[in-house]
Structure formats: structure tokens, C-alpha cells
T-cell receptor
Framework: ETGVTQSPTHLIKTRGQQVTLRCSSQ?????VSWYQQALGQGPQFIFQ???????GRGNFPPRFSGLQFPNYSSELNVNALELDDSALYLC????????????FGPGTRLLVL | QQQVKQSPQSLIVQKGGISIINCAYE??????FPWYQQFPGKGPALLIA?????SEKKEGRFTISFNKSAKQFSLHIMDSQPGDSATYFC????????????FGSGTQLTVLP
């Protein structure tokens, strides 16, 4: 069984740029959730995708957007990067839209200069 | 309303001792309470979880105690080991269609040999 994988592991961008982060869900899982974890803080929910549709969204601006593909992998896109977007971005997969057990990937560390 | 408050921020315990981390919540719509363990450079990993219809759940050295009336829950780590040194997060999920997790701010546990 393959776990949740994310790419890239690290990324450096400058303010105003755009970034795309990728996530492959665990085998058999059709739901992907994205979280932002600032340094020294708990993860904060960005949004969730279930069967290619957005299934819930946290308190993040529209410049945070996502996609889920037919193979249930997912992308997180952030436009107009701000310094405060520097964080660890975590992807978690679960068995279905109401799956309680969420399995996290190792994250992508984004630094915005 | 969505916040989960966690304490202490950091905890130092001797090997073999008991580590206790506490969390409190306000939102009565929460009905699933997991604890996650996170090592540096890794994503959070599910340790143990509880629903509000039980007051205690034990898995190996890890026990969750749940007090529904006080809206509090805690993690007890018995016979703490140096390998348990990590950051621990409590979380809560609501009963909505998207099981988004609301995390506490984390507790950095250090177990001294």
C-alpha cells in the first residue's frame, strides 16, 4: 500500500509569484484535504476535494485554489504569493468524503521571500 | 467557536513517567477527537481517536480521556520513552459533510533518558 506523497519537498518563491503543489493520495482513497501549518502552529484546514469536487473550504482567500484529478491526486495552487504564505503545506487523504481517519503526507515546505 | 485550545505548549518528562496533554473545545458540533503525533520534517500521524459517546479509550501506552460536559479531552502517555519525543496535536472534526479537522496549537514533548 502506497502512502500519501507530496511534491516538491521544498520550494522558494518570491512575493507575487504563483505556486502549484502536488499530492498523490493513498491507494483506494478518493478524498484529499489540504492544510497549512505555520511554524510552531497546528495545521489549518484549507479545503477538501471529494471525487473531483470541492467538498468544504476553510477560511482562506480565493487565491488558494485546488483541483482533484480522476486518479484522485490533487493540486493546490496559490496565486499572488504573500510573505505570510510561508508554511508547511500538508495533504491528507481519506477513504471517502466523511472519512474520519486522515493520513497525512510529509508536506511541502514553502518559503516566500 | 471553531477553536481547540491545547496545553501545555511544552512538556518535559523523565523516561518511564506519565505525559499528560489537555485540550478544550467550544463547538458542540464536534463529534470526533483524534490525537496526532508529528516528528520534525514529517507529516502528522494519527495516534488514537475517540468519539464523545465513550469517556475513555486506550491503545497500548496511549489513553484518551473525554469529558463531554466539560468539553475537554486529554491524552495520557504511560511509561513515556525518549522515542515519544515529538509534537502532539489534538484535533476535532465536526459532523458536516467535510470532515475538516480543527487542530490545537500543539505540545512539544521531550522525554529525558
Amino acid at each position: 500500500e502506497t502512502g500519501v506523497t507530496q511534491s516538491p519537498t521544498h520550494l522558494i518563491k518570491t512575493r507575487g509569484q504563483q505556486v502549484t503543489l502536488r499530492c498523490s493520495s493513498q491507494s483506494g482513497h478518493n478524498t484529499v484535504s489540504w492544510y497549512q501549518q505555520a511554524l510552531g502552529q497546528g495545521p489549518q484546514f484549507i479545503f477538501q476535494y471529494y471525487r473531483e469536487e470541492e467538498n468544504g473550504r476553510g477560511n482562506f482567500p480565493p487565491r488558494f485554489s485546488g483541483l482533484q484529478f480522476p486518479n484522485y491526486s490533487s493540486e493546490l495552487n496559490v496565486n499572488a504569493l504573500e510573505l505570510d504564505d510561508s508554511a508547511l503545506y500538508l495533504c491528507a487523504s481519506s477513504l471517502d468524503g466523511r472519512g474520519e481517519t486522515q493520513y497525512f503526507g510529509p508536506g511541502t515546505r514553502l518559503l516566500v521571500l | 467557536q471553531q477553536q481547540v485550545k491545547q496545553s501545555p505548549q511544552s512538556l518535559i518528562v523523565q523516561k518511564g513517567g506519565i505525559s499528560i496533554i489537555n485540550c478544550a473545545y467550544e463547538n458542540t458540533a464536534f463529534d470526533y477527537f483524534p490525537w496526532y503525533q508529528q516528528f520534525p520534517g514529517k507529516g502528522p500521524a494519527l495516534l488514537i481517536a475517540i468519539r464523545p459517546d465513550v469517556s475513555e479509550k486506550k491503545e497500548g501506552r496511549f489513553t484518551i480521556s473525554f469529558n463531554k460536559s466539560a468539553k475537554q479531552f486529554s491524552l495520557h502517555i504511560m511509561d513515556s520513552q525518549p522515542g515519544d519525543s515529538a509534537t502532539y496535536f489534538c484535533a476535532a472534526a465536526n459532523s458536516g459533510s467535510a470532515r475538516q479537522l480543527t487542530f490545537g496549537s500543539g505540545t512539544q514533548l521531550t522525554v529525558l533518558p
